[in-house]
Antibody
Framework: QVQLQESDPGLVKPSETLSLTCAVS?????????WGWIRQPPGKGLEWIGS???????YYNPSFKSRVTILVETSKNQFSLKLHSVTAADTAVYYC??????????WGQGTMVTVSS | EMVMTQSPATLSVSPGERATLSCRAS??????LAWYQQKPGQAPRLLIY???TRATGVPARFSGSGSGTEFTLTISSLQSEDFALYYCQHYNDWPLLTFGGGTKVEI
């Protein structure tokens, strides 16, 4: 079955760049679907960060647009998130997930990222 | 800007009872709405899409209804494993996706 697995950066220092990778197994990214990133600060709700289409087209939440980059690496069947100039407010569980023209149907288990010096 | 408002924030029910969760959109979203269940320490799980279509493997006690701006998730007879957080999410305004604030279903 299709599985998604986020990498585990753990601790990131303020003002630095948060980098995450989502490895996809059981499905070829280049075959279709959108591949997205969602985050959840401790004790709070879900926030969509952005998505990338299998062709490489990117779509970002305007709240993050100036400091987010999502890339796809079809040769490795994975996609990545870079969030620049992080602050403590970026501390959250980060999820990668697959979606079509509708909902997020398959999610990774999530990875906790803490921004702290 | 689309705003999704869920109510109540917390719903206290007993096992076997019916639970009704509400999600309101600030603008009409037709039926472009999904519902998710999230248990502590786990990723969200898709329950409903298209406002009323159950995702694969979702028990029949979960049902969704509504269109336009008012939506409902109903759990007909709560089981112990149903106590969790529930989120709605619209996808009418692609490429912008927004989640509601969530409803916690507790005993």
């Amino acid at each position: 079955q299709v599985q998604l697995q986020e990498s585990d950066p753990g601790l990131v220092k303020p003002s630095e760049t948060l980098s995450l990778t989502c490895a996809v197994s059981g499905y070829s990214i280049s075959s279709g679907y959108y591949w997205g990133w969602i985050r959840q600060p401790p004790g709070k709700g879900l926030e969509w960060i952005g998505s990338i289409y299998h062709s490489g087209s990117t779509y970002y939440n305007p709240s993050f647009k100036s400091r987010v980059t999502i890339l796809v690496e079809t040769s490795k069947n994975q996609f990545s998130l870079k969030l620049h100039s992080v602050t403590a407010a970026d501390t959250a569980v980060y999820y990668c997930a697959r979606h079509g023209s509708n909902a997020f149907d398959i999610w990774g288990q999530g990875t906790m990222v803490t921004v702290s010096s | 800007e689309m705003v999704m408002t869920q109510s109540p924030a917390t719903l206290s029910v007993s096992p076997g009872e019916r639970a009704t969760l509400s999600c309101r959109a600030s603008q009409s979203i037709s039926n472009y709405l999904a519902w998710y269940q999230q248990k502590p320490g786990q990723a969200p799980r898709l329950l409903i899409y298209g406002a009323s279509t159950r995702a694969t493997g979702v028990p029949a006690r979960f049902s969704g209804s509504g269109s336009g701006t008012e939506f409902t998730l109903t759990i007909s007879s709560l089981q112990s494993e149903d106590f969790a957080l529930y989120y709605c999410q619209h996808y009418n305004d692609w490429p912008l996706l927004t989640f509601g604030g969530g409803t916690k279903v507790e005993i």
